[in-house]
């Protein structure tokens, strides 16, 4: 039988895109399925899970198994699919507001962890969906931004990248390394959001904003150095900041939920009988 050849159509739906013109989530998109084709894997292996933004609505464009979770709870969402069914490549995705506010302290636990799953931020630094409200990462309003990278590498992710939406062929290069990284990795994906952000920064007048590439004298398994390239002053860095493997975050061996838990009713029921609070 022919090995089947994927390509770019084989994760995309033929839906409309859901964004507005220039919207750096549509070409996001499109570099996501054109990794997931050059991986390897089939539609029918892949699961994404994402929050709620406009960066989420992916999960109704593609040919795949998806999730549409909560707002910032994609991260447990994704944790327990992939603890049903360790086999699947589960991918999550989101936006800053996701990540870094309602979905924070999930995310520095997961990365803490080291399960296996790939983290895509879609990063404009506001809220898209609900007209623009400035996230943590913004860099414009008077609240001082959360660094997203300082915060990936302090919380202990094993793989760390940032590239951008207008720059397709780097940003599917590393979400390809991001899928075989046996550990947690994250790619945050700078994507301008023009009807509602504006200014310095990802969408600036110009439209292009500037960018630099981090050096190849970067080892890329020093986190010391990484914080200090992830903190510096000036323009975004991109490119791989840091990898390294450490051990895996064990999602089901030892536990009472190991193997098929829709099995397994009856010890869900004693798990959940154990954690029973009973009011007086
Ligand atoms: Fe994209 Fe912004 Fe439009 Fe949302 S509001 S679809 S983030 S351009
Ligand atoms: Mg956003």
Redesign the pocket.
């Known amino acids: 039988m022919p090995t089947q050849v994927h390509d770019r159509t084989t994760f995309s739906t033929d839906r409309g895109a859901?964004?507005?013109?220039?919207?750096?989530?549509?070409d996001l998109f499109n570099v996501l399925c054109r990794a997931f084709a050059a991986s390897g894997v089939r539609p029918t292996d892949v699961v994404v899970v994402t929050g709620v933004?406009?960066?989420s609505?992916i999960t109704f464009q593609l040919r795949s198994y998806a999730m549409h979770g909560v707002h910032g709870r994609a991260l447990p969402l994704a944790l327990g699919v992939k603890a049903a069914n360790p086999d699947l490549h589960v991918v999550v995705a989101g936006?800053d507001g996701d990540a870094f506010s309602i979905g924070a302290n999930h995310l520095i636990h997961t990365a803490r962890k080291n399960p296996r799953l790939t983290y895509l931020i879609?990063d404009?630094q506001?809220y898209?969906?609900t007209?623009?409200q400035p996230s943590p990462t913004d860099v414009h309003g008077t609240n001082h931004p959360l660094n997203a990278l300082g915060v990936l590498l302090a919380a202990g992710a094993t793989f760390v990248a940032q590239t951008a939406s207008w720059r397709p062929d780097e940003a599917e290069a590393l979400i390809g390394q991001a899928l075989s990284h046996p550990g947690f990795s994250v790619v945050n994906l700078l994507?301008?959001?023009?009807?509602?952000?504006h200014g310095e920064g990802i969408d600036g007048a110009i439209g292009i904003p500037l960018v630099r590439e981090i050096g190849s004298e970067h080892d890329v398994g020093d986190r010391l150095h990484a914080l200090s390239v992830a903190f510096a002053e000036g323009v975004p860095c991109v490119g791989l900041l840091y990898r390294v493997e450490r051990p895996m975050y064990a999602l089901t061996e030892g536990s009472a939920l190991a193997h098929e838990p829709w099995k397994e009713t009856a010890i869900l029921e004693t798990v959940l009988d154990e954690h029973r609070v009973v009011w007086t």
């Not at 859901?18 to 549509?26: K, Q, S, T």
């Not at 994507?191 to 952000?197: E, I, L, Q, R, Y």
């Open positions: 859901p964004w507005c013109r220039g919207c750096g989530h549509a933004g406009c960066s609505l936006g879609m404009n506001s898209g969906m007209r623009g994507s301008p959001c023009p009807t509602f952000h």
